[in-house]
């Protein structure tokens, strides 16, 4: 059979791997340690570390086709990759979307809305540009950040000094704060042959940055769906999309929306699919990067997923017998540290009110 090779062995690689064994794939990973999620699932070669050249190319020599569960790789050691192996997604999109600065350009380019920003090399240029963007405003590093990580806001220029050290490590992007009603997610995914869908639009709940719920339906108008899914094509069109891209979306009081940022992977916000579609947003990535026909995502019923962070763990493992109808996913990572990403529950609901008030009630993300 072949094999599949990917690049990081966090969950997203893990379910990936899952959906690739079911259809009869072998799979590598490289992962600088056997205790990833993907180190704890049977029959997957773990070839050591992703920034080291010689481990790359021993995973080019034992996969058939290369794909990545996320954007920060060497951006030089991916593009060596594709001359030596079959890296359909290709480099650039992870050079564009490792980096906001690139990024933001990408999606304007694409022609799409983004929050009004600029670009900002160091504290002082900060200082002396500011009021071109005015306040409320959030500071980001343009490479690195996750989860709210590498990200300040400012309510006024007494807040100026919170965002020096962001620009120890990185360039900075600022950006206008803007009053979304809503956040919103579109998974978009096409292969080489140009099948492209979208997967269901998810409405996104963070707590503390990261995301805590996603709702499917999301509970927009159909006109802000059509313009999302719209601005989901126009962008994996300019971006030339092979495989997986997250589409991470704000939508404003009066329906429109603006783009916030890009995932050229499968997303947290779309882990449902696994449970309420006909395919999950890992069985069709692995399709898209294997040349096979797409299938048109199909929502067999509305969902609420929730992540289970490191402290939920243990309070969703003394409950668990309360609730049959709740899927369970937990990544097999070894230590439960506070919100670290440990798992996922899916539940399949005909009424999302009830769902939202019986995970509140569980007292499992208090
Ligand atoms: P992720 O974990 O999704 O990769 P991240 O650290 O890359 O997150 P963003 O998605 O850019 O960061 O921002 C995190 C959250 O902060 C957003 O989901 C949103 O709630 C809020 N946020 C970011 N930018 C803005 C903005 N311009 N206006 C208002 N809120 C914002
Ligand atoms: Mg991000
Ligand atoms: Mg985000």
Redesign the pocket.
């Known amino acids: 059979g072949q094999t599949i090779g990917i690049i990081g062995g966090g969950q997203l690689g893990r379910m990936m791997a899952l959906s690739a064994k079911e259809a009869g794939f072998k799979i590598a990973v490289l992962d600088s340690t056997m205790n990833s999620p993907c180190g704890q699932v049977a029959d997957i070669q773990i070839v050591a570390s992703y920034d080291d050249e010689a481990a790359l190319e021993e995973l080019a020599e034992v996969s058939d086709v290369i794909t990545y569960e996320f954007e920060n790789i060497d951006y030089e050691g991916l593009k060596k990759l594709t001359e030596i192996a079959y890296v359909p997604q290709g480099a650039e999109i992870i050079r564009i979307t490792q980096n906001?600065v690139t990024e933001k350009q990408a999606i304007v380019e694409a022609g799409c809305p983004v929050?009004p920003y600029i670009v900002c090399d160091s504290y002082e240029e900060l200082v002396e540009k500011i009021d071109q963007i005015g306040y409320p405003?959030?500071v980001?590093t343009a490479r690195f950040?996750?989860?709210?990580?590498?990200?300040v806001k400012l309510n006024s220029k007494e807040d100026l000094p919170l965002a020096k050290n962001l620009f120890e490590h990185s360039q900075c992007i600022v950006?206008?704060?803007?009053?979304?009603e809503k956040?919103i997610s579109v998974i978009i995914q096409r292969n080489a042959n140009g099948d492209t869908y979208c997967f269901p639009i998810g409405e996104?709940i963070?707590v503390n940055?990261?995301?805590h719920e996603t709702i499917v339906p999301a509970r927009i108008s159909d006109e802000t769906k059509n313009l999302a899914d719209e601005a989901a094509h126009k962008i994996a069109e300019h971006l030339q999309l092979i495989g997986t891209l997250a589409v991470?979306m704000?939508v404003l009081k009066d329906g429109q929306i603006i783009i916030?940022?890009l995932?050229p992977r499968p997303h947290?916000s779309g882990h449902y699919s696994i449970e309420a579609c006909n395919i999950s947003q890992f069985s069709q990535h692995i399709r898209a990067v294997v040349g096979w026909p797409l299938r048109k995502p199909k929502l067999h019923s509305p969902a609420v997923m929730v992540n289970i962070l490191g402290q939920h763990v243990a309070p969703l493992i003394n409950s668990i017998v309360k609730y049959p109808h709740w899927s369970v996913h937990l990544y097999g990572k070894k230590e439960a540290k506070v919100n670290r990403k440990m798992g996922h529950v899916t539940i399949l609901t005909d009424d999302i009110d009830q769902t939202l008030k019986e995970i509140e009630e569980s007292g499992i993300w208090l």
């Open positions: 906001r929050a405003s959030i980001k950040g996750y989860d709210g990580k590498g990200q950006e206008g704060f803007i009053p979304f956040e996104n963070h940055h990261i995301l991470e704000f916030n940022e995932a947290n």
